[in-house]
C-alpha cells in the first residue's frame, strides 16, 4: 500500500471557518480511496498562509515524515496548497526526492521514483509563487487606498480604541480609560522622562495591554509613534513597498484623535530619531 499523507490548509485571506479543510480532506479521501492510496494520517494547517514566512507545524510534520521513510506519498487539493514560497518548495523536493516519494493534487501526480509528472510539479509551483507576488502587491493596494481614505486597515484593536457601535461611519471610538495612560504617556515622555521608567511605573501599578500582559518599553514606543493616537492614519510602506524605520502619515482618520496633532508629531521625531539609543525589544509580541 502507498501510505499518503493528506495535506489541507486555507489562507486567513481565503476563509476563516475550517469548512475550508474540512471539504478538502473529504474530497482528498475519495482521490486517495480511488487511486488505492491508504491514508496514514492528514495533516492540517488552517488560517494559516502558504508563503513560506509563517511556520506550519503540521506542514513541517509532514516533511519530516517523508524524510523519516514514514510517508510514501503527499496529496494535496492543489501545490498549491502545499506552499507558495521558494525555500519551502524547495526543501520539499528534496525531501521527496531522497525518499523518492509521490506526490499527488486533483488531476495529476509527480512521481520521484521514476520521474513522471516532475515538470508538471516544478510548473505548478512556479505558478504558485507568481500568485502568491499578485496577491501581496493586490494587498499592498489595498491598505495603501485604505490608508489615504484615512480607513483601518486590518480588525485587531489598537490600545486606546475599540470598534464602533454598527452604523458609526467612524468605525472605531475612543475608549476613554485607556485615552487617559495614552495621554499621561504622552506627557511624560515629552517632559524628559525615559520609557523604562515610564514602563515600570504602569507595571508597578498593573496596569495592563490590550492582551492584558504587562508593558514594555518596545510597546510604549510603538504606541506614542503611530499617528492613528492623533486621529491620523499612516502607512508602514514608501511607495516603492518597502519597510519604513517610521510609518509615514498619509492622510486624517475617520476616528477621534487622543492627543493633538502636535504632541503626535513632537513624540514621533523623538521617539524616531535614528541617532536615539534603540529601545529593548524584549517582548515585542506584546504589542498593544
Not at 60 to 72: H, N, S, T, W, Y
Not at 178 to 205: F, H, K, M, T, W
Not at 220 to 238: F, M
Request: glycine residues 10%; aromatic residues 6%.
Amino acid at each position: 500500500m502507498v501510505r499518503t499523507g493528506l495535506y489541507t490548509r486555507i489562507s486567513r485571506a481565503e476563509d476563516q471557518e475550517r469548512g475550508g479543510v474540512e471539504r478538502q480532506e473529504a474530497d482528498l479521501r475519495r482521490e486517495a480511496e480511488r487511486r488505492g492510496w491508504e491514508v496514514a494520517r492528514v495533516y492540517e494547517d488552517n488560517d494559516l498562509s502558504g508563503s513560506g514566512k509563517v511556520f506550519r507545524p503540521n506542514y513541517e510534520a509532514m516533511v519530516k515524515a517523508i524524510r523519516e521513510g514514514q510517508l510514501d506519498a503527499v496529496l494535496a487539493w492543489d501545490v498549491d496548497r502545499l506552499q507558495r514560497g521558494l525555500q519551502e518548495f524547495v526543501s520539499f523536493y528534496e525531501a521527496c526526492a531522497q525518499r523518492q516519494a509521490r506526490v499527488g493534487w486533483m488531476g495529476g501526480d509527480a512521481d520521484f521514483g521514476t520521474g513522471r509528472g516532475l515538470f508538471e510539479l516544478e510548473l505548478k509551483g512556479t505558478f504558485a509563487r507568481e500568485e502568491l507576488r499578485k496577491i501581496k502587491q493586490r494587498v499592498r493596494r489595498k491598505h495603501q487606498e485604505l490608508a489615504e481614505k484615512g480607513m483601518l486597515g486590518g480588525k485587531v484593536r489598537s490600545f486606546g480604541y475599540r470598534a464602533a457601535p454598527e452604523g458609526d461611519p467612524r468605525r472605531v471610538v475612543v475608549v476613554e480609560e485607556e485615552a487617559v495612560i495614552v495621554r499621561e504617556l504622552a506627557r511624560r515622555v515629552l517632559s524628559g522622562e525615559s520609557l523604562a521608567s515610564i514602563c515600570g511605573d504602569l507595571n508597578r501599578r498593573e496596569a495592563k495591554t490590550i492582551r492584558g500582559g504587562p508593558w514594555n518599553v518596545h510597546g510604549i514606543s510603538y504606541l506614542l509613534k503611530s499617528g492613528r493616537i492623533s486621529g491620523r492614519r499612516d502607512h508602514g510602506l514608501d511607495q516603492n513597498g518597502h519597510r519604513l524605520s517610521l510609518a509615514r502619515i498619509v492622510s486624517d482618520a475617520t476616528w477621534d484623535a487622543i492627543i493633538t496633532v502636535e504632541q503626535s508629531d513632537q513624540l514621533r521625531r523623538l521617539l524616531g530619531d535614528s541617532k536615539r539609543r534603540s529601545v529593548p525589544r524584549a517582548g515585542v509580541s506584546e504589542y498593544l
